[in-house]
């Protein structure tokens, strides 16, 4: 059973910095693409920033600059490192990740983050 984990969300202050994990278990293939995404109060589910099994990233125009997405595929974990934080930030966060040949795609439970003005 795969099973994803995110953890590091929290309360901070505009401007602050928030690391998020997402922790994959229970996969012999590993993952081609793993991504974060956030659903905000009252809004849909948007992506934020994915990285592909060799390294290459992507992130939401809304982010950019300021959320760096990384991976160590050694310790299947994945980071969201969240500078510059606003307060159009406050979301659960959610980590995504499609597996190797099977294609599956699973979901973490979330992690709230919330950025006070």
């Known amino acids: 059973q795969v099973q994803l984990v995110e953890s590091g969300g929290g309360l901070v202050q505009t401007g602050g910095s928030l690391r998020l994990s997402c922790a994959a278990s229970?996969?012999?293939?590993?993952?081609?693409?793993v991504g974060w995404y956030r659903q905000g109060p009252g809004k849909e589910r948007e992506w934020v920033a994915h990285?592909?099994?060799?390294?290459?990233?992507n992130t939401a125009d809304s982010v950019k600059g300021r959320f760096t997405i990384s991976g160590d595929n050694a310790k299947n974990t994945w980071y969201l490192q969240m500078n510059s934080l606003k307060p159009e930030d406050t979301a659960v966060y959610y980590c995504?990740?499609?597996?190797?040949?099977?294609?599956?795609?699973?979901w973490g439970q979330g992690t709230q983050v919330a950025v006070s003005s």
């Open positions: 229970g996969s012999i293939f590993g993952f081609n693409v």
């Open positions: 990285i592909i099994k060799r390294g290459t990233t």
């Open positions: 995504n990740a499609v597996e190797n040949l099977s294609g599956r795609e699973y």
